[in-house]
Antibody, heavy 125, light 107 residues
Framework: EVQLVESGGGLVKPGGSLRLSCAAS????????MSWVRQAPGKGLEWVSS????????FYAESVKGRFTISRDNAKSLLFLQMNNLRVEDTAVYFC??????????????????WGQGTLVTVSS | EIVLTQSPATLSMSPEDRATLSCRAS??????LAWYQQKPGQAPRLLIY???TRATGIPARFTGSGSGTEFTLTISGLQSEDFAVYYC?????????FGQGTKLEIE
């Protein structure tokens, strides 16, 4: 069974930085696009960022563009989200999620399956 | 950015009832629409992709339909484990967006 396990969340002051990690297992990580999706307390889901399997293509929500960077280490089956200049409104549970296998057809938009259990990021002074 | 509007915000039903959830897109997403179920404290779970294809392991009582801008998730014969929040998501292009969710609660 595919497993995605996020880590790296915590409490940080406004303007601070955090790096989230997502460890994948039981899947050929290097074949799949991956995304980060967040959920503020008591709110709905918000897509944050996506990466193609190779890491060559990256997309960001306008709300995080210029502050967050998605990256991956395919040799270690790890996905990262570097979050800089954090704001109070970035407080949320951050989920990583798998997209489609893009090795044959190229990177294209996809649904998310499965999801990790999430890691909580709290931005507060 | 494509806006997805889900209705109703809350749906009160009884076990064994049939629930109908709606998702409307601000512009056509063809069939590039997914549905997710989320229970408190858990990650979302994929139910439907391609507007009407059930994900692996999803019971047949979950049915997705629609295309273009109007989509429906129907749950026939509600079971106790089906009471949760449901989200639609388009993947027609980036940025992806989600609907605001429909909470399915026990009446």
């Amino acid at each position: 069974e595919v497993q995605l396990v996020e880590s790296g969340g915590g409490l940080v002051k406004p303007g601070g930085s955090l790096r989230l990690s997502c460890a994948a297992s039981e899947m050929t990580f290097r074949n799949y696009g991956m995304s980060w999706v967040r959920q503020a307390p008591g709110k709905g889901l918000e897509w944050v960022s996506s990466s193609s399997s190779s890491g060559s293509y990256k997309f960001y929500a306008e709300s995080v563009k210029g502050r967050f960077t998605i990256s991956r280490d395919n040799a270690k089956s790890l996905l990262f989200l570097q979050m800089n200049n954090l704001r109070v409104e970035d407080t949320a549970v951050y989920f990583c999620a798998r997209e489609g296998d893009d090795t044959l057809t190229g990177y294209s938009p996809s649904w998310f399956d499965p999801w990790g259990q999430g890691t909580l990021v709290t931005v507060s002074s | 950015e494509i806006v997805l509007t889900q209705s109703p915000a809350t749906l009160s039903m009884s076990p064994e009832d049939r629930a109908t959830l709606s998702c409307r897109a601000s512009q056509s997403v063809t069939s590039n629409l997914a549905w997710y179920q989320q229970k408190p404290g858990q990650a979302p779970r994929l139910l439907i992709y391609g507007a009407s294809t059930r994900a692996t392991g999803i019971p047949a009582r979950f049915t997705g339909s629609g295309s273009g801008t109007e989509f429906t998730l129907t749950i026939s014969g509600l079971q106790s484990e089906d009471f949760a929040v449901y989200y639609c998501q388009h993947y027609n292009d980036w940025p992806y967006t989600f609907g605001q969710g429909t909470k399915l609660e026990i009446e």
